[in-house]
């Protein structure tokens, strides 16, 4: 059993992939698209100033989780102590606010047939991110690398 614990031990395959989703890719595509997203509503600012609001509160939680996942993703690398706890704070934080952001629109007072022509797309994206969110959860609960490589600062 010691055998496979030190076989199994450190940031390797599917574990080494998370911290490079949460330390590279997640930011850089958050990064990505709020740059896509403020230049394609931006000459829609004075017309619709409510969408500015949207983009502002979209913009500053997505910064936000930004630096939460280089957090996680590098803590998980460094097999720091609660790695594996902030991982799973920051997957359940990104779960939380795409379902958040279907309703943004809607707070921030956008018209209905503005909110229909973003809503559905809105929804598929936050489902998508809350089945991302959910898998590397289940792996860091269940994974016996993980298991091996943080023990007891699970």
Same mark, same amino acid.
């Given at each position: 059993?010691?055998?496979? +614990?030190?076989?199994?031990?450190? $940031?390797?395959?599917?574990?080494? &992939?998370?911290?490079?989703?949460?330390?590279?890719?997640?930011?850089?595509?958050?990064?990505?698209? &709020?740059?896509?997203?403020?230049?394609?509503?931006? #000459?829609?600012?004075?017309?619709? #100033?409510?969408?500015?609001?949207? $983009?502002?509160?979209?913009?500053?939680?997505?910064?936000?989780?930004? $630096?939460?996942? $280089?957090?996680?993703?590098?803590?998980?690398?460094? @097999?720091?102590? +609660?790695?594996?706890?902030?991982?799973?704070?920051?997957?359940?934080?990104?779960?939380?606010?795409?379902?958040?952001?279907?309703?943004?629109?809607?707070?921030? *007072?956008?018209?209905?047939?503005?909110?229909?022509? @973003?809503? *559905? +797309? +809105?929804?598929?994206?936050?489902?998508?991110?809350?089945?991302?969110?959910?898998?590397?959860? &289940?792996?860091?609960?269940?994974?016996?690398?993980?298991?091996?490589?943080?023990?007891?600062? &699970?």
């Amino acid at each position: 059993m010691d055998e496979i +614990n030190l076989q199994l031990k450190g $940031v390797k395959g599917w574990l080494l &992939l998370m911290c490079i989703s949460l330390t590279i890719l997640d930011p850089s595509s958050i990064f990505l698209n &709020l740059i896509i997203i403020t230049n394609l509503t931006k #000459p829609f600012f004075n017309k619709h #100033p409510e969408l500015l609001k949207m $983009v502002l509160i979209n913009g500053i939680c997505s910064i936000g989780l930004a $630096v939460f996942s $280089v957090y996680a993703g590098l803590s998980l690398w460094k @097999i720091l102590p +609660n790695a594996v706890t902030t991982a799973k704070k920051y997957l359940l934080a990104i779960s939380l606010y795409s379902i958040f952001s279907i309703f943004i629109p809607t707070l921030v *007072g956008l018209q209905a047939e503005t909110i229909k022509g @973003i809503s *559905g +797309n +809105n929804v598929l994206n936050s489902l998508l991110t809350v089945l991302y969110a959910s898998a590397w959860y &289940l792996y860091l609960k269940k994974s016996r690398r993980v298991m091996a490589t943080y023990g007891s600062n &699970l």
